[in-house]
């Protein structure tokens, strides 16, 4: 059975911090409740606007963390040069547009083809493994395949919308089967494939099911539980809930 690596997104500790400026809660402390908490990786996202991490936040993490960072960062020539110069073990490559709230919808990476092409080179050639956040669809699964990025990160924002709406409905249904059909599709074009965006108690449990994805980061949401059950608390269920999801997943293939 294929491990399920969790990557533990520490943005929003970031944005309560500066809320208030100064330095409490630190998102290096959260990173070091994850790792404890069971988490593979810790992910964090260099916005243009630092609206919550800031470049001192990842020079913290690369040098005092022990597991590794998925950098999350726009196609951006600034970001580039900060992704050359920490050499995080990941980078995520991300669309980013100013005044959303959140990343509101995967990379066009069939549409903007090669202007992708030379970040996707320049992370590779550093040693930095580079994803593509995309879709479930797949031309764009197919786009980063032709772009040479190794993994690609599937949006599952859209799937975790409606299934807090209902999760019977066939609208449900049909962005769940996006997602089970692009992660075959990755697997067939040779690319890891994780997941990520949306995800809760709720949400995660099928998303984990799909034996092809190998990890998933989980942000707002852990950090909004762990308001209510503390971040260790949270982080331990959302990995329990995964791990059950996997192996129930793999049981009933083999059965
Ligand atoms: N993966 C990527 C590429 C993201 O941009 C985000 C949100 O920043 C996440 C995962 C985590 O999403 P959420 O905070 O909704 O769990």
Not at 14 to 28: E, V, Y
Not at 119 to 140: H, M
Request: net charge negative; hydrophobic share 45%; proline share 4%.
């Amino acid at each position: 059975m294929r491990h399920l690596r969790l990557g533990v997104n520490i943005d929003h500790v970031a944005t309560i911090r500066n809320a208030r400026g100064g330095r409490h809660p630190d998102p290096l402390r959260a990173a070091f409740v994850a790792a404890q908490a069971g988490a593979d990786g810790i992910t964090a996202h260099l916005r243009e606007d630092r609206r919550h991490i800031a470049d001192e936040d990842i020079a913290r993490l690369v040098s005092e963390l022990s597991l590794p960072l998925n950098l999350e960062m726009a196609a951006t020539d600034e970001m580039l040069e900060i992704a050359l110069r920490h050499r995080p073990h990941a980078a995520c490559i991300v669309p980013e547009k100013r005044h959303e709230l959140t990343t509101e919808g995967g990379l066009d990476a069939h549409g903007g083809s090669n202007a992708f092409k030379r970040y996707v080179d320049a992370l590779g050639e550093a040693g930095i493994r580079v994803s593509l956040f995309i879709d479930p669809d797949p031309k764009q699964l197919d786009a980063a395949k032709m772009l040479g990025a190794p993994v690609v990160e599937l949006h599952v924002g859209a799937y975790c919308e409606r299934y807090l709406e209902d999760p019977t409905s066939a609208e449900t249904k049909r962005e769940f089967a996006k997602i089970e059909a692009a992660a075959d599709h990755a697997e067939a074009l040779g690319l890891e494939c994780h997941a990520g965006h949306g995800l809760t108690f709720d949400t995660v449990g099928p998303v984990a099911g799909i034996p092809t994805i190998i990890e998933l980061n989980i942000g707002h949401f852990l950090i909004g539980e762990a308001i209510f059950s503390g971040l260790d608390s949270a982080i331990r269920r959302m990995r329990a809930l995964m791990d059950k999801a996997r192996a129930d997943a793999v049981g009933s293939r083999s059965a």
